[in-house]
């Protein structure tokens, strides 16, 4: 193999690839650190994982020698009649450097940054996709344990193991949906990410391809065998239409007994159901039901394209000890103990605890993407590590149906979609309203320990971004749904920002000028990151145009204020933007100053949502500073430095 030289101009010696144990990068990514934050979507953004390449080879020409490296420390190296040569593994952590080798190992790519740097498209419209974050994926991030079948909202694992509302992550997942449906970003099985340029003149803002069925009495299959006990009948609802009673005996998740491996037999015992129709893209479910009693539920069955797997998602009324989703265990009647036996006979069953989404003799509307329960389901365990997490594209599974159990109506007529953007942005906006406190506030209902546990947040603490991104949802959602809720508690959620870290608020100041803090830690944290978000929530609120009919003196005033908070929220970030810039990349936050420790430096990942974020502010300020700022910030992850006296 041939050796690979790099000329460096400005050391004016040759670095040599490969001799040494030659470690590409992107270790980064799997190690564990502790401050991956909701804002970070870029983890994802970065180039797939490198593998550990030997590389054996020596510069031609060159003789191994001794040299020393900072500070008297011994150090392999080259030498021919121009140039040392260094392994790369020292030169790459030496200078914060990244690389990888081409495809066919004979090319090496030197770079500062592994991160993408990335720009917004188009100016800022205060209704409009958020960001870039129609590319996000929350609900597929490795901490997002599932989306709850209560409210239909992510629960996060990142501070706790068992599974919490995390404010800032539900605002994403519904800002993320919003802005799906604004650009008509979908996905279908030949593309992973599909964009469907979407006519203006049109009013199309989903991808409406769906199917019904169940719509005919005979799509309707009752259990045989064991159970004789499955009856459905079918009867004309004056509000709903056609719709089927169901009563299938008193059927548990656990006790269904595949006699052998084929489909057909673990359908015998599911109660009522129907087939689903198979094609990959149509892996949203939805439908009407109306549970009479706790014994009632429903099982979608889907098979993985991979190994035939059988997967079996259950929804039950179980709060299932506070885990949102968990793996069904098998009991033994011989011995009444409870064994887990993971993988029988090629299939697999699931719970979601469903408990307390609907009222037993009530109407409910059931919306789930079984393609991201399935993904969920199969990540969930007690001892999971990141590398567990399981992510499927459409195609990857296949939808075989969906069956009752226990007694129920249900409406005939199940729905299978593309997506359900519209559902998770609205589950993302009401969930915000009904978790909002008396303060305004999103509280977070874990501890937050930064700076080694310097800095501790008690669970019930709020943040600057939470308050941030829960405005941009709401006002979205006003203006989508037309209701005035949603602007409401838009208007509540300004509270905070007036009120001081110490007094349970987000605002704090640094020498004078206004913060709102990620992490209202006192001392102060001051994360950049974070404030710029909820600079963006408070000038969504100040540009929100209320028709006259529905404006009054309250949201006028509530209006006013929030320009008040991003006006001087503006006016800090110009004169503290410079703190956070270290002329070769940027800093985290402030707790250096706050606490007297080393600086936090932003790693390439938050240096590029620095980037983004302050490309997103001077657009809406046309600000020549701010601009400028993040040029030159764009400049350091491709290796520019500032210069030095
Ligand atoms: C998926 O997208 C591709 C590319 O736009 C398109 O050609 C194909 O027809 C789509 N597949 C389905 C099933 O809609
Ligand atoms: C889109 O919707 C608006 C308002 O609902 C309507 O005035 C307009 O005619 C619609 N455009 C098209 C092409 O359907
Ligand atoms: C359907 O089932 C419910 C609950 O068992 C029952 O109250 C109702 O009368 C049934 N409807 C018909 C039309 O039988
Ligand atoms: C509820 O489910 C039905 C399918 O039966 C669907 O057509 C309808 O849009 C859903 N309703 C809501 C409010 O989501
Ligand atoms: C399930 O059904 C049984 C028998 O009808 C009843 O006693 C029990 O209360 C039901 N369970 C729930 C959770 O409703
Ligand atoms: C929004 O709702 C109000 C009152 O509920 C109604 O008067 C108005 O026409 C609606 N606007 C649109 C665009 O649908
Ligand atoms: C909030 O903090 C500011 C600046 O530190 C201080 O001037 C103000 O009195 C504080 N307000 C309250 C209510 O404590």
New binding site residues.
């Given amino acids: 193999m041939k050796c690979l030289r790099w000329r460096s101009n400005r050391h004016r010696f040759y670095m040599f690839f490969a001799c040494a144990s030659l470690f590409l990068l992107c270790k980064h990514y799997s190690s564990p650190n502790e401050k991956i934050d909701e804002e970070d979507e870029y983890l994802n953004a970065v180039d797939e994982h490198e593998k550990e390449k030997k590389v054996e080879c020596e510069p031609p020409g060159a003789v191994e020698s001794k040299c020393t490296v900072d500070n008297g420390k011994a150090m392999r190296c080259w030498k021919d009649e121009e140039e040392v040569y260094f392994p790369t593994s020292y030169l790459k952590k030496r200078f914060d450097m990244t690389g990888k080798l081409g495809k066919d190992g004979s090319t090496f790519e030197l770079y500062t940054s592994y991160a993408k740097m990335r720009t917004p498209e188009s100016t800022y419209e205060p209704l409009g996709p958020f960001g870039h974050f129609a590319t996000y994926s929350v609900e597929t991030r490795d901490r997002v344990r599932c989306i709850s079948a209560k409210t239909n909202v992510p629960m996060s694992t990142q501070w706790d193991p068992t599974p919490y509302y995390y404010p800032i992550q539900i605002a994403q997942y519904g800002l993320q949906h919003y802005s799906r449906i604004k650009i008509g970003l979908f996905t279908n099985s030949s593309l992973k990410i599909q964009y469907f340029s979407l006519d203006s003149n049109s009013n199309k803002t989903e991808d409406k391809r769906e199917v019904l069925v169940g719509v005919k009495s005979n799509e309707w299959k009752g259990a045989a065998g064991m159970h004789e006990t499955t009856e459905r ?1 079918f ?1 004309n609802d004056e509000e709903k239409g056609k719709v089927v ?1 169901i ?1 299938a005996g008193c059927l548990l998740i656990f006790i269904i007994k595949i006699i052998d491996d084929s489909f057909s037999d673990a359908l015998a015992n599911a109660g009522a159901y129907v087939y689903l129709d198979k094609s990959p893209d149509l892996h949203v479910v939805s439908f009407d039901w109306k549970p ?1 009693d706790g014994n009632a539920s429903f099982t979608v069955l889907a098979k993985m394209k991979q190994d035939d797997l059988l997967v079996l998602i259950n929804y039950v009324f179980s709060e299932g000890n506070g885990k949102c989703v968990w793996q069904e265990e098998e009991r033994s009647y011989d011995d009444d103990t409870i064994v887990q036996k993971p993988k029988k006979d090629g299939q697999v069953s699931y719970s979601y605890s469903y408990t307390g989404s609907s009222q037993y003799g009530e109407w409910s509307n059931v919306t789930r993407d079984i393609l991201v329960d399935v993904s969920r389901a199969l990540s969930s365990g007690d001892n999971r590590k990141k590398d567990d997490n399981v992510i499927l594209h459409p195609g990857d599974i296949r939808l075989v149906s969906l069956g009752f159990r226990g ?1 129920l ?1 249900v409406r005939q007529q199940i729905n299978q979609r593309v997506e359900q953007h519209s559902h998770a942005f609205r589950s993302a906006a009401d969930w915000m309203i009904q978790n909002q406190d008396k303060k305004g506030g999103w509280a977070v209902p874990v501890e937050r320990s930064i700076a080694d546990r310097k800095l501790v947040l008690e669970p019930g603490w709020h943040s600057a971004m939470a308050q941030g991104h829960g405005i941009s949802v709401l006002t979205r959602a006003y203006k989508h749904f037309n209701d005035t809720k949603y602007l409401l508690s838009a208007m509540k959620a300004l509270e905070l920002f007036k009120t001081n870290s110490s007094e349970g608020g987000v605002r704090a100041e640094f020498f004078g000028n206004v913060w709102y803090e990620e992490y209202p830690t006192t001392p102060g944290s001051f994360v950049l990151n974070g404030f710029l978000y909820s600079l963006i929530g408070l000038y969504d609120l100040s540009k929100l145009e209320v028709p006259v009919a529905e404006i009054d003196e309250n949201i006028r005033m509530k209006i006013k204020e929030a320009q008040q908070l991003y006006s001087a929220g503006i006016r800090s970030l110009k004169q503290l933007l410079p703190l956070y810039d270290t002329g070769s990349g940027t800093i985290y936050d402030l707790r250096h100053v706050a606490l007297g420790t080393a600086p936090n430096l932003a790693r390439w990942d938050y240096h590029a949502v620095h980037v983004y974020l302050l490309k997103w502010i001077s657009g809406i300020e046309n600000d020549e500073f701010l601009s400028k700022t993040a040029d030159r910030w764009i400049g350091y992850a491709y290796g520019k430095r500032a210069k030095h006296n």
């Fill in positions: 009948l009867f009673n009563s009479y007694q109506t």
